[in-house]
């Protein structure tokens, strides 16, 4: 298996557009995560979803930020619009309940 | 490098010396604990995980130490090697197979 595999690596974009995040988890893994990781806050736990169903979403900072999972092997994170303090680098993991194997991450700059 | 704290504690260790790496965690119910590795500009990456039954686990050159009384992890790195430079995570297992994170700790192996 490759791992989580997330694209883009890198997406620059400019405040106020729509940015999209994709993520394929470990196949057969039924939990997956999004976090964020920025170096104020450090490693943040956005969302969560196991079998495709969402669990936990409190992390979420506001109603900018959506996540889907429409199969076991696709979920996207979605900021609408963007602002300059959406900066970060945002990572998925995924699980089979144990210990979470996480993507390369995407490093997104808001300018 | 990616987006991790600049101002994380710092272990600087010389390269054949063992390291210490502490965690203090939060919920005296948490029943799993990971350690994971962060290199720069990649995900973290998994090394060893206990379970709250157990006060210690050993791995290839790493160990875990968990004491449950005052809520202390620990990871220790036998015999460093430049290839450990990283920071390093705590994670602890909370409720709904969420995994929380600390804030990390930076090791600088010194040639």
């Known amino acids: 298996d490759a791992g989580v595999i997330q694209s883009p690596r890198h997406e620059v974009t400019e405040m106020g557009q729509e940015v999209t995040l994709r993520c394929k988890p470990i196949?057969?893994?039924?939990?997956l995560f999004w976090y964020r990781q920025t170096m104020m806050r450090g490693l943040e736990l956005l969302i969560y979803?196991?079998?495709?169903?969402?669990?936990?979403d409190s992390g979420m900072p506001e109603d900018r930020f959506s996540a889907k999972m429409p199969n076991a092997s696709f979920s996207t994170l979605k900021i609408q619009p963007s602002e300059p303090r959406d900066s970060a680098v945002y990572f998925c993991?995924?699980?089979?309940?144990?210990?979470?194997?996480f993507g390369q991450g995407t490093r997104l700059t808001v300018v | 490098g990616e987006s991790v704290g600049l101002h994380l504690p710092t272990l600087s260790v010389q390269e054949g010396d063992n390291s210490i790496i502490n965690c203090a965690y939060s919920?005296?119910?948490?029943?799993?604990f990971i350690w994971y590795k962060q290199e720069s500009g990649k995900g973290p990456q998994f090394i060893i995980d206990i379970r709250s039954n157990m006060d210690k686990r050993q791995g290839q050159r790493v160990t875990v130490l968990l004491n449950k009384t005052v809520k202390h992890l620990s990871l220790q790195i036998a015999a460093t090697q430049p290839g450990d430079s990283a920071v390093y995570f705590c994670?602890?297992?909370?409720?709904?197979?969420?995994?929380?994170f600390g804030k990390g700790n930076q090791v600088v192996v010194i040639p």
């Open positions: 196949s057969g893994h039924n939990s």
């Open positions: 994670a602890e297992k909370k409720g709904n197979n969420r995994l929380a």
């Open positions: 979803f196991n079998n495709n169903v969402p669990i936990d």
């Open positions: 993991a995924s699980s089979t309940g144990n210990e979470a194997f």
């Open positions: 919920n005296s119910a948490s029943d799993y």
